[in-house]
Structure formats: structure tokens, C-alpha cells
């Protein structure tokens, strides 16, 4: 069965500072890897989606996920945090083939201090 | 273009009583769900339907939880009897069929707090 993993449950970074937030999937074949993001009282919006080709996925807002094979990861980076970034981020796996449940990783809070 | 629209923003009830929660999705996606958010378990998917029709309900918790898609423009969610432990909030998402991997489109939520 198709499982995602955030190892971090919460994290703090300074304005202006990077921020990589990590990902892990459990799955036989190269599933279809989303990030989203949930500002409070909202539900979530698509960041960004990888199906195959080019490794490195750009999305809204100025984030970016890298695909690594080889480590089974999906990590999303961004290289300036603003204040408005406070939220919290959800990767989620989707299995090859056409079937769409999706499974959601436990997410991660981010707090960004000044 | 309208979001997918959820009924009511917030609902508090007393246990015993029957719940419903609403949903319109986006006109012309053909696939909806049903996700509950609670601290403890995280986003659990519940149900979710395609062109109308139930496929996957294993995550229905028991019961007491029903859910309905009588046309392409509307859902519900049905609890009852409702008990406390039910309190959390309820999204429902939608995507379209057009091939593998649409991404879902999600509402803003019911918050449900069950007294």
C-alpha cells in the first residue's frame, strides 16, 4: 500500500531564511507526488505536482520540489521564507494508472519568525 | 470560476442529534471526496465518488456515517447519531477526469463540534 511520510511535524525558520520541508513515499512504481498548502481556517491548495519528466517541479508562490528516486523523496525548498508562508504544508502520493485517492502525509506547521 | 462550496462553515449540536454537511463541487469535475482533519489523525479520506456513484467508503468509520451524491452538483455527509468524537473538520474536495493525477480542488471546510 501507497504511504507518505513528513518526518517533521513542525518547523521555525526566520524571514527572509530557506526552507526545505521533507517527504518520503512508500511505493511499488513512481507514483504522482503533490504538495499542498492549508493557511488556517482554509483547506488545501495545490503547490505543486510531479508525474514524470523533469525532476526538479516549480510551483505557485515561489516553491519548488525535487523528485529523488533513488532516495524515495519529494522535498519541497524554497529559497526565501516570507511571512505569509506561515501554514501548514501536506505532501501526498497518488498511485500511476488513472485510480485517484490520494494519500496525505500527517503535514508539517511552518512558523516563520521576524 | 466558484470553488467548491461548503455547508455550513461551522456546526455545533448536541450528541444524539443527526448532522449534515453539504457540498457543491466544481461543475464539470467528476470526481468527489469526503476528508475528515482531526490533530490526532490527520486528513483521513472517507468516501469518494465518481460520476455519482460510491467507490471507495472503507473509510467511513462506522455506522453511523452515510454519504449521498444524488446528482453531479451536490453531495452530503450525513452523522447520526452524532457523538463527540466526531467533533473535526470536514472537507470535501473535487477533481476532473482528465487522465491520470488531477489534483484535488478543495473547500474550505465545515468545522463540526459535537457537545
Known amino acids: 500500500a501507497q504511504s507518505v511520510t513528513q518526518p517533521d511535524i513542525h518547523i521555525t525558520v526566520s524571514e527572509g531564511a530557506s526552507l526545505e520541508l521533507r517527504c518520503n513515499y512508500s511505493?511499488?512504481?513512481?507514483?504522482?507526488l503533490f504538495w499542498y498548502v492549508q493557511s488556517p481556517g482554509q483547506g488545501l491548495q495545490l503547490l505543486l505536482k510531479?508525474?514524470?519528466?523533469?525532476?526538479l517541479v516549480q510551483g505557485i508562490k515561489g516553491f519548488e520540489a525535487e523528485f529523488k528516486r533513488s532516495q524515495s523523496s519529494f522535498n519541497l525548498r524554497k529559497p526565501s521564507v516570507h511571512w505569509s508562508d506561515a501554514a501548514e504544508y501536506f505532501c501526498?502520493?497518488?498511485?500511476?494508472?488513472?485510480?485517484?485517492?490520494?494519500?496525505f502525509g500527517t503535514g508539517t506547521k511552518l512558523q516563520v519568525i521576524p | 470560476d466558484a470553488g467548491v462550496i461548503q455547508s455550513p462553515r461551522h456546526e455545533v449540536t448536541e450528541m444524539g442529534q443527526e448532522v449534515t454537511l453539504r457540498c457543491k463541487p466544481i461543475?464539470?469535475?467528476?470526481?468527489l471526496f469526503w476528508y475528515r482533519q482531526t490533530m490526532m489523525r490527520g486528513l483521513e479520506l472517507l468516501i469518494y465518488?465518481?460520476?455519482?456513484?460510491?467507490?471507495?467508503d472503507s473509510g467511513m468509520p462506522e455506522d453511523r456515517f452515510s454519504a449521498k451524491m444524488p446528482n453531479a452538483s451536490f453531495s452530503t455527509l450525513k452523522i447520526q447519531p452524532s457523538e463527540p468524537r466526531d467533533s473535526a473538520v470536514y472537507f470535501c474536495?473535487?477533481?476532473?477526469?482528465?487522465?491520470?493525477?488531477?489534483?484535488?480542488?478543495f473547500g474550505d471546510g465545515t468545522r463540526l463540534s459535537i457537545l
Open positions: 474536495a473535487s477533481s476532473p477526469d482528465r487522465g491520470v493525477g488531477q489534483p484535488q480542488h
Open positions: 511505493y511499488g512504481a513512481t507514483p504522482y
Open positions: 510531479y508525474f514524470s519528466g523533469d525532476t
Open positions: 501526498a502520493v497518488g498511485p500511476p494508472g488513472g485510480y485517484q485517492k490520494v494519500t
Open positions: 461543475s464539470g469535475h467528476d470526481y
Open positions: 465518488f465518481n460520476n455519482n456513484v460510491p467507490i471507495d
